[in-house]
């Protein structure tokens, strides 16, 4: 358990090679439009993405690449399914690149071809045999942190609002983790649709920090 909980520290820490710092998920687009514009708001907006959008879509895909780590035909099979739910170029780029650049800096573990971001770490953690569980809860935090931190700098929110934001979002990270343990892939789907909106605008908006 030491050593899972190790690599996942590692795999989805801010300073592991992905650029995920690049990528806000629609959430400059959401502070521009004062959709966002403090941390209640900020909270609203990430439960929502978590539980109805690409967190809980990106859990079950996780989970799946999983069982089927050591099978590249279904691995190849379930990347082209991530890359058709993308509702936007943006993040299509958001999720492909990420995982390409995973799939890169994991070569010490293991060597992976280049996957979408969820079925990268989940192919990682399951011919690490790490727990599955364990390893889709710490992905969700790491992508809500990852929120947190774009927010932090656009809105602009102190650290402490951002950490306090991400606390709340731990029961919501942990319920998806267990929710999703026996999800099928005809389970795949979101209603999401301001986030989805929010990376469509983005691909127009007139100034910009983040890629997607």
Avoid: K
């Avoid at 389970?187 to 983040?210: N, P, V």
């Amino acid at each position: 358990m030491i050593a899972a909980q190790l690599r996942l520290q590692a795999w989805l820490s801010p300073a592991f090679p992905i650029g995920a710092f690049a990528y806000s998920h629609g959430i400059e687009w959401a502070v521009e439009a004062s959709a966002i514009h403090d941390a209640r708001t900020l909270q609203d907006w990430i439960d929502d993405v978590l539980r109805h959008g690409a967190g809980r879509s990106d859990a079950i895909l996780l989970r799946h690449a999983y069982a089927a780590c050591a099978d590249a035909g279904a691995l190849d099979t379930l990347a082209e399914l991530a890359v058709a739910l993308s509702p936007a170029r943006e993040r299509r780029l958001e999720t492909t690149a990420q995982g390409a650049a995973f799939a890169r800096a994991a070569a010490p573990w293991h060597t992976l071809p280049a996957l979408p971001y969820p079925i990268a770490v989940g192919a990682l953690a399951g011919r690490s045999e790490i727990e599955p569980t364990l390893a889709t809860a710490c992905y969700l935090q790491a992508f809500a942190a990852n929120l947190i931190s774009a927010a932090v700098r656009l809105v602009p929110l102190g650290q402490s609002d951002g950490l306090r934001v991400l606390a709340a979002l731990e029961a919501t990270v942990l319920a998806i983790a267990h929710e999703t343990r026996n999800a099928t892939l005809d389970d795949l789907g979101g209603c999401a649709w301001l986030s989805d909106i929010a990376a469509m605008r983005h691909e127009t908006q007139y100034t910009r920090l983040f890629r997607s």
